[in-house]
């Protein structure tokens, strides 16, 4: 069963980069790899999602090395409006593994 | 345009109780799904359909049902509800599926506790 593992935390400053790891074992083939962001008391909310290579939208950029044993969330310039959540998730044929979440912390 | 509506948002219950969560989507979306969020745990998915009519187990089934007797609503029910079950239900909708690039749009949850 595959499975993906996220640190558990993060801290950071306003406008840095922050970099956010998550480790998918097992990934298959057709797999695609999501990320979301959740603030409290609300549901996650999609950021990116990418298959191999790297994927850039408004908001964030994904790596994705040629193994795809593993990806990276880049937020450039964070925000204390990034203090959150965030999820990655494995998704492919009969399969949705949410990570275990990254609570990033952003301060002033 | 509401996205994804779940109710109730709130609900606590005694052991051996049951109840059904509601869920439902206005984007007219073929999948939906059923998650458990625990401390520690990420999300989990419990049951998920693939369309009206469907139902199909997630990762973690046991203990609840579902029914998706109307492509815009998928309901969660809790027969005899045990204290393990206590958690953050979450639904989500997506316009297709698994093996897809189509990202899921998600409720904002109901609280579950159950005593």
């Known amino acids: 069963l595959a499975k993906t593992t996220q640190p558990i935390s993060m801290d950071s400053y306003e406008g840095q980069e922050v970099n956010i790891t998550c480790s998918h074992n097992?990934?298959?083939?057709?797999?695609?790899i999501t990320w979301y962001q959740q603030f409290p008391s609300q549901g996650p909310r999609f950021i990116i999602q990418g298959y191999k290579t790297k994927v850039t939208n408004e908001v964030a950029s994904l790596f994705i090395p040629a193994d795809r044993k593993s990806s990276t969330l880049s937020l450039p310039r964070v925000s204390l409006s990034d203090t959150a959540v965030y999820y990655c998730?494995?998704?492919?044929?009969?399969?949705?593994?949410f990570g275990t979440g990254t609570r990033l912390q952003v301060f002033p | 345009n509401a996205g994804v509506t779940q109710t109730p948002k709130f609900r606590v219950l005694k052991t051996g109780q049951s109840m059904t969560l509601l869920c439902a989507q206005d984007m007219n979306h073929e999948y939906m799904y059923w998650y458990r969020q625990d401390p520690g745990m990420g999300l989990r998915l419990i049951h998920y359909s693939v369309g009206e009519g469907t139902t199909a187990k997630g990762e973690v089934p046991d203990g609840y049902n579902v029914s998706r007797l109307k492509k815009q609503n998928f309901l969660l029910g809790l027969e005899s509800a045990a204290p393990s079950q206590t958690s953050v239900y979450f639904c989500a909708s997506s316009y297709t599926g698994l093996v897809s690039n189509q990202p899921q749009h998600f409720g904002d949850g109901t609280r579950l506790s159950i005593l």
């Open positions: 998730l494995v998704v492919g044929t009969d399969k949705l593994i």
């Open positions: 097992n990934i298959a083939t057709n797999d695609y």
